[in-house]
């Protein structure tokens, strides 16, 4: 009896934190699920897979099916686990793993990036899109641009209302692991990247596991 009023209890005042939180704007009502307890029995990610995840990634993303090919080297992880981790740590689309994507291989990638780079410093928008696809070397659609864009984090993925994450921004919230004092780590990132909003780098830290669920999230509260 006395461990169900403790569990009760816990299970309250997590509600609790989880309320207050959404009511300082520190995660919007939409994201909320980052703040839900995971089940005690859930194998998570060690920094050494993660590690590896990205690695094995970097070389295996040109292939017809990455996932697969990342598997047989992580075997303890099923496709859907890999798949969901790609996506929040590295923020790689789930349409970008799909063995019936359009391929595109490290030149197509770099020919993109140039034409990206070149091309926007005089179109925006649609009209940027329409100059692309006019001038790359294979033909592409729209989407399929589009997709590959925000896969190399040149665009942003406008069905996400968080901050575009660059993968120099997300190098730095690593800089500062070894700080014991996560309210000392938060400050330390914002010294770096003040142009980021610190509910956009405290969501960041969740999804990189970098802070918990919701215990960790209780100092915000004090």
């Avoid at 309210?183 to 956009?200: A, F, Q, V």
Wanted: proline share 3%; glycine share 2%.
């Amino acid at each position: 009896m006395i461990a169900q009023d403790m569990t009760t209890s816990t299970d309250k005042q997590r509600i609790d934190v989880k309320k207050k939180i959404i009511e300082l704007g520190l995660v919007s009502e939409e994201n909320s699920d980052i703040l839900k307890k995971k089940p005690k029995n859930k194998v998570e990610w060690l920094p050494d897979e993660r590690e590896a995840l990205t690695h094995l990634y970097e070389e295996y993303q040109y292939e017809r099916d990455p996932v697969a090919l990342i598997q047989e080297k992580l075997d303890t992880k099923s496709r859907k686990k890999i798949v969901k981790e790609l996506e929040s740590l590295l923020g790689v689309r789930k349409s970008n793993l799909d063995v019936n994507r359009s391929i595109w291989t490290k030149d197509d990638d770099e020919e993109l990036r140039i034409l990206y780079e070149h091309k926007s410093e005089t179109h925006t928008g649609d009209s940027l899109l329409d100059v692309i696809q006019d001038n790359i070397p294979k033909h592409r659609t729209i989407k399929e641009i589009k997709d590959a864009l925000i896969r190399l984090r040149l665009r942003r993925d406008e069905n996400s209302s968080d901050h575009f994450w660059t993968k120099a921004e997300i190098a730095v919230l690593s800089k500062f692991d070894s700080l014991s004092s996560k309210k000392d780590m938060i400050l330390k990132i914002k010294s770096e990247l003040p142009h980021i909003d610190t509910s956009s780098v405290i969501q960041q830290l969740v999804k990189l596991k970098k802070l918990g669920p919701w215990k960790e999230l209780i100092f915000l509260l004090r």
